[in-house]
């Protein structure tokens, strides 16, 4: 079955960085666009960044494009998003996400069905 693991979270204060990864199995991970979703305390969980299946295409919210980055690797199976300037809105655990279809390029947090643990993000001011 589909697994996605995401690593990378942490504590960090305002203005830094942090990069997380996440490594995914049991699909053909070229095949799917990625997505990073993020849920803070009280928040529904909401958009944060998506990459098309062939890696050519990138989405972001409003509210970290400039500061985020994703990308991904299909020799590795693994997505990564570089998060720059946190601030303490940043804090939340993030989810990587896969959408239910393939060839699929999606920022509609119900098109993804398969869903990581999370990683903690705490951003301290």
């Known amino acids: 079955q589909v697994q996605l693991v995401e690593s990378g979270g942490g504590l960090v204060q305002a203005g830094g960085s942090l990069r997380l990864s996440c490594a995914a199995s049991?699909?053909?991970?070229?095949?799917?666009?990625l997505g990073w979703f993020r849920q803070a305390p009280g928040k529904e969980r909401e958009f944060a960044a998506a990459?098309?299946?062939?890696?050519?295409?990138?989405y972001y919210s409003d509210s970290v494009k400039g500061r985020f980055t994703i990308s991904r690797d299909n020799g590795q199976n693994t997505v990564t998003l570089q998060m720059n300037s946190l601030g303490p809105e940043d804090t939340a655990v993030y989810y990587c996400?896969?959408?239910?279809?393939?060839?699929?390029?999606?920022?509609?947090?119900?098109?993804?069905?398969?869903w990581g643990q999370g990683t903690q993000v705490t951003v301290s001011s």
């Open positions: 049991g699909l053909t991970f070229s095949n799917y666009a």
């Open positions: 996400a896969v959408p239910r279809w393939r060839y699929a390029n999606t920022t509609r947090r119900f098109d993804y069905v398969y």
């Open positions: 990459i098309s299946w062939s890696g050519s295409n990138t």
